[in-house]
């Protein structure tokens, strides 16, 4: 039966696991998109364009927001982040699914577009700011301050949590895929997505006339 | 992490398969309750008082309404079903879901009573009319006549299909029951749904607050 691709927004402070959460998704189900965010930040090593990221010049970035090019975008610490529009659309009418790993601000310019009733969203929680700090310093990329940074980013970040569908405590990273494989596979089936039911009931009812 | 329990609202056309995934949810899940109806219709055989029905007579049926005791009812055939208030109320704010095996006049009264944003709806259709009617005539109980009936109230029920949150097609009973399975799953970790969050989050503050 067709079915409408839902947008699975996937956001919590850096460090408590949405991006493996996101990876782990599409390693289960290679159909779903990722959606590839476009930024005006330099890339970090090891990241290849197009892959982890549009990597885009502050000018260009600006004319594809004003061309609606942008389902969503904010400014985070001076960089721009947004999500190109066009394959998020197309994959949806395909019956494909996209996982954004993007910030509340992001969050909630989806939810109130015109997209928002595709819209499934996901706030991951850490177990504890202690094991947040440790997962962050875990990565032995950043200075002390750019820590501090993102732990003032984190509170922010948690601030919104209520505004989200689904809250997941993420303690162990396995229990919390599971849920989250748990929430995909159900709201797969929410009637509204289902757009090919009613060409199914369509046909009971042929059934009943004919009888 | 203390959870509200959730109302299941399971309609179908009779034969559909509704009463025996009822059963396979509680099976599953023990803690789940199920809401016994009232109603003002004689016994049929093998019925018990309290496990099928509260058998009631009309009197009474009609006090326990203006009394306010009935989350919904509705007449069918001539004769009163309803869903007792309190156990429901009980339930819930014991963190126990209730299953409801009720029609679409008793879903609609519960999804637009106060406790209706607690409320999980589920339709579930017949492959075809033609299975729906085997399936009927398979109880092997009931006359031609009263088979007739239903068939006409099958096709009314279907009709309102698209008022549910979720619709299965109960095409091999086993993947209907594990699609249920994964829709009860799901909602059970909707945000709203997990008051002991707020309070999570308030010890995530305090943390920053101490750093």
Redesign the interface.
């Known amino acids: 039966m067709i079915r409408r691709g839902l947008l699975l927004i996937l956001s919590s402070p850096s460090g408590a696991g949405k991006s493996t959460l996101a990876k782990m998704l599409m390693a289960w189900d290679p159909t779903i998109r990722f959606s590839v965010s476009a930024t005006t930040r330099p890339p970090r090593p090891g990241e290849t364009e197009g892959r982890d990221y549009y990597f885009r010049s502050r000018d260009t970035f600006e004319d594809m927001v004003v061309a609606g090019d942008m389902l969503e975008h904010a400014e985070v610490f001076g960089n721009f982040y947004g999500s190109p529009r066009t394959p998020v659309e197309a994959a949806m009418l395909a019956g494909q699914d996209t996982v954004f790993d993007i910030d509340w601000q992001g969050g909630q310019q989806i939810r109130n577009s015109a997209l928002g009733r595709n819209v499934v969203s996901v706030?991951v929680?850490?177990p504890?700011?202690?094991e947040l700090d440790r997962r962050l310093r875990g990565r032995g990329q950043d200075s002390d301050e750019v820590i501090a940074g993102r732990?003032a980013k984190s509170?922010d970040e948690?601030s919104h949590?209520?505004e989200?569908?689904?809250?997941?405590?993420n303690d162990e990273l396995t229990d919390t895929f599971c849920?989250l494989r748990?929430?995909l596979?159900?709201?797969r089936?929410?009637?509204d997505r289902?757009p090919g039911?009613?060409d199914?009931?369509r046909g009971?009812?042929a059934?009943?006339q004919a009888?």
């Not at 989200?164 to 405590?169: A, C, F, G, I, R």
């Open positions: 706030f929680l850490p504890s700011i202690e732990m509170r948690i949590w209520a989200y569908d689904y809250v997941l405590v849920q748990t929430i596979d159900a709201e089936l929410r009637r289902q039911l009613a199914f009931v009971l009812n059934e009943f009888r």
